[in-house]
């Protein structure tokens, strides 16, 4: 298996542009994450999908964050308006069960909002 | 607010020589405590964990230790090896589920 796909793995864009970031967790993977990780906070779980339902999204810091899974296979993380303070890596990772050492990550996604 | 917090944000060794990674947590609930390593342009990886039910957990060369009434773990690395330099995240939840507070990370050298 390739491991978690995520794309771009890089993205520059401007204030008020719209971005997705886009996931493929491993096949057979029920569950999905998705991660930010800055340099004051660290790294932040926003939201996470069991069996691509939303579970626990207290996480997502605003409404200008949404996610998505419309199948096992793929899932989207939006950002509509982007902003500077949203300048991060943002990590996806999928596990086969609830436990945390079943986790696997991606490589991650570099945004940077100008 | 940072729950799980590690101040130290870098630390470099000698090879050889043991390396000692802190992380200090606020929230006494919490019960599950994990340790995730990074290189770069890479997602973290999971490396060891701690149920509250004990204080040490050992791993090969990595040994995690938790003083509860600290709030305070550490994960040991003995001896440190060149290929051991990344960042390293230390990670809690109540209980062994999903729901993780992680710290800044730490990100250690090891000098050949």
């Known amino acids: 298996d390739a491991g978690v796909i995520q794309s771009p793995r890089h993205e520059v864009t401007e204030m008020g542009q719209e971005v997705t970031l886009r996931c493929k967790p491993i096949?057979?993977?029920?569950?999905l994450f998705w991660y930010r990780q800055t340099m004051m906070r660290g790294l932040e779980l926003l939201i996470y999908f069991n069996n691509n339902v939303p579970i626990d999204d207290s996480g997502m810091p605003e409404d200008r964050f949404s996610a998505k899974m419309p199948n096992a296979s793929f899932s989207t993380l939006k950002i509509q308006p982007s902003e500077p303070r949203d300048s991060a890596v943002y990590f996806c990772?999928?596990?086969?069960?609830?436990?945390?050492?079943?986790?696997?990550f991606g490589p991650g996604t570099r945004l940077l909002v100008l | 607010d940072q729950q799980v917090k590690q101040n130290s944000p870098s630390l470099s060794v000698q090879e050889g020589r043991i390396s000692i990674l802190n992380c200090d947590y606020t929230n006494s609930m919490f019960d599950y405590f994990l340790w995730y390593k990074k290189y770069p342009a890479e997602g973290p990886t999971f490396l060891i964990s701690i149920s509250s039910i004990k204080d040490k957990n050992e791993d090969g060369r990595f040994t995690v230790f938790l003083n509860k009434s600290a709030k305070h773990l550490s994960l040991h690395i003995v001896p440190s090896q060149p290929g051991d330099s990344a960042v390293y995240f230390c990670?809690?939840?109540?209980?062994?589920?999903?729901?993780?507070?992680f710290g800044a990370g730490t990100r250690l050298t090891v000098k050949p």
């Open positions: 990772a999928s596990s086969p069960g609830p436990f945390q050492e079943t986790q696997y």
């Open positions: 096949s057979g993977h029920d569950y």
């Open positions: 990670a809690a939840s109540l209980g062994n589920n999903n729901d993780m507070r």
